[in-house]
T-cell receptor
Framework: GENVEQHPSTLSVQEGDSAVIKCTYS??????FPWYKQELGKRPQLIID?????GEKKDQRIAVTLNKTAKHFSLHITETQPEDSAVYFC???????????????FGQGTILTVHP | DTGVSQDPRHKITKRGQNVTFRCDPI?????LYWYRQTLGQGPEFLTY????????KSRLLSDRFSAERPKGSFSTLEIQRTEQGDSAMYLC???????????????FGPGTRLTVL
C-alpha cells in the first residue's frame, strides 16, 4: 500500500520568514496530493492540492510543488504570519475511479510555529 | 451550516460498552469516509462508501468495527466491546465524485472524540 513520509515533524520560524514542508510517497499510481491545515481541536481543512499533471500550483502565500519522478512534493508558505501556526498534513491518493481509489494516505504531520 | 457534521462531538464510555457515531455529509456528496486520528498522528483510513455501497475497509479495521450508510446519505460507525486502544478522534469526510478526472476533494467534519475508560 501507499506510504507517505513527512518532514520535518516540527518547524519554528519568525513571522515573515518562509516555511517549507516536504513529503515523499511510495505508490507510483498516486496522482492527487492535498495539503490540510489542522488547528488545535479543529477539523483538518484543505489549503491547497495538486494533481500529477502539473508541477507547481500557487495560491497567494501558499504554493505546492510536485516531482513525480522523485515521488516527492512540498508545501511552501511565504511571509508567514502567527495565524499560520497549526499542524500541516500532506496526503496522497490514487486517481478517481475504481473501488480502491478513494482513501487518502496521510503523512505524520508538521507542527508549524510562527513567532511574532 | 452546509459542512460535514458529526454527532456526538465527545463520547466517554467504559471498556466493553458499544458506541455509535453519526456523520452527515455535505448535501449530495456521494462519497463518505471514516478516518481515525490519534494524538500527534495523521488521520488513518478506516472505510469509505460510494452512495450506500461500502467500497473499501482498512485491513487494520477490527471485526468490532462496523459502518453503514443505508440510504446513501448519513452514515453510522459502531464500535462493539470498546477497548482502551479505541480512544481516538473519529473523523468523517465527504466528497463528490463526478467522473474519472474528478479530484474527489475530501472535506472533513469536526470529529467525535472517543475516550474509553
Amino acid at each position: 500500500g501507499e506510504n507517505v513520509e513527512q518532514h520535518p515533524s516540527t518547524l519554528s520560524v519568525q513571522e515573515g520568514d518562509s516555511a517549507v514542508i516536504k513529503c515523499t510517497y511510495s505508490d507510483s499510481a498516486s496522482n492527487y496530493f492535498p495539503w490540510y491545515k489542522q488547528e488545535l481541536g479543529k477539523r483538518p481543512q484543505l489549503i491547497i492540492d495538486i494533481r500529477s499533471n502539473v508541477g507547481e500550483k500557487k495560491d497567494q502565500r501558499i504554493a505546492v510543488t510536485l516531482n513525480k519522478t522523485a515521488k516527492h512534493f512540498s508545501l511552501h508558505i511565504t511571509e508567514t504570519q502567527p495565524e499560520d501556526s497549526a499542524v500541516y498534513f500532506c496526503a496522497a491518493k490514487r486517481r478517481a475511479g475504481g473501488t480502491s481509489y478513494g482513501k487518502l494516505t496521510f503523512g505524520q504531520g508538521t507542527i508549524l510555529t510562527v513567532h511574532p | 451550516d452546509t459542512g460535514v457534521s458529526q454527532d456526538p462531538r465527545h463520547k466517554i464510555t467504559k471498556r466493553g460498552q458499544n458506541v455509535t457515531f453519526r456523520c452527515d455529509p455535505i448535501s449530495e456528496h456521494n462519497r463518505l469516509y471514516w478516518y481515525r486520528q490519534t494524538l500527534g498522528q495523521g488521520p488513518e483510513f478506516l472505510t469509505y462508501f460510494q452512495n450506500e455501497a461500502q467500497l473499501e475497509k482498512s485491513r487494520l479495521l477490527s471485526d468490532r468495527f462496523s459502518a453503514e450508510r443505508p440510504k446513501g446519505s448519513f452514515s453510522t460507525l459502531e464500535i462493539q466491546r470498546t477497548e482502551q486502544g479505541d480512544s481516538a478522534m473519529y473523523l468523517c469526510a465527504s466528497s463528490e465524485l463526478t467522473g474519472l478526472s474528478s479530484t474527489d476533494t475530501q472535506y472533513f467534519g469536526p470529529g467525535t472524540r472517543l475516550t474509553v475508560l
